[in-house]
């Protein structure tokens, strides 16, 4: 399991969709969420739905992980993946710590800006209004710094090009990894 975390807007959903385009055996993750679509948003980045409906899922045990984050809750679902697949989660960092105690093996990146005033031209250009910008730029810093405790990789998100060779990559090495006759896992 791969896991992206990173402030909002950074650039991981982006970064997370090329990832699956490039590499066949990875398995993106479609998470649940309280939170209205963005006008931008197509209706298929997220499964959308009401706090009831949430909740009774987490009564249910149908996530992986689950967060609040900024008013709204966000969970994975238990990940169906294909066999021979690695799953890949885009999430923010208290479901990566869930991530990280269920599975010890996961793979964490954490994804940073290239500078503050980077993300937060990014975080405007999504059209969101400036509240919500004010209060994404607000917990980036906590999710860098835990970001840092918790990511085994860090990578700051300078092109968008070279960062997702540099994740391939480091993908590809874990894969061989697990797969080398030395391999404890
Ligand atoms: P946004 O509202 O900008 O789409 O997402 C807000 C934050 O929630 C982002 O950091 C995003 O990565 C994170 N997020 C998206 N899906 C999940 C999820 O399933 N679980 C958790 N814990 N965070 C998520």
Redo the contacts with the bound molecule.
């Keep these: 399991m791969a896991v992206?975390?990173?402030?909002?807007?950074v650039g991981?959903?982006t970064i997370a969709q090329r990832l699956v385009r490039a590499n066949d055996h990875l398995w993106l993750?479609r998470?649940?969420?309280t939170?209205p679509p963005?006008a931008s948003e197509r209706g298929d980045?997220?499964v959308f739905v009401d706090a009831p409906t949430f909740e009774r899922a987490i009564d249910e045990g149908q996530?992986l992980?689950?967060?609040r984050?900024?008013d709204?809750l966000?969970?994975?679902p238990l990940p169906n993946a294909p066999a021979g697949h690695d799953v890949l989660?885009?999430?923010?960092?208290?479901?990566?710590e869930?991530v990280r105690r269920r599975y010890p093996d996961a793979v964490v990146i954490l994804i940073t800006p290239p500078s503050d005033a980077d993300l937060e031209g990014r975080l405007r250009a999504?059209g969101d209004a400036d509240e919500h910008v004010q209060k994404?730029l607000s917990s980036a810093p906590h999710?860098v710094t835990r970001g840092q405790e918790l990511a085994d990789y860090v990578v700051v998100n300078d092109d968008l090009e070279r960062v997702t060779g540099e994740i391939l990559s480091i993908l590809e090495t874990r894969r061989q990894l697990r797969r080398s006759p030395s391999s404890k896992d």
Excluded: D, M, N
């Excluded at 992206?4 to 807007?9: E, F, M, R, S, T």
């Excluded at 989660?89 to 990566?96: C, D, K, N, P, R």
């Design positions: 992206l975390i990173g402030p909002g807007g991981k959903g993750s998470s649940w969420t939170r963005r980045e997220y996530f992980e689950w967060a984050f900024h709204h966000y969970g994975t989660l885009e999430i923010e960092v208290q479901g990566a869930q999504r994404r999710e």
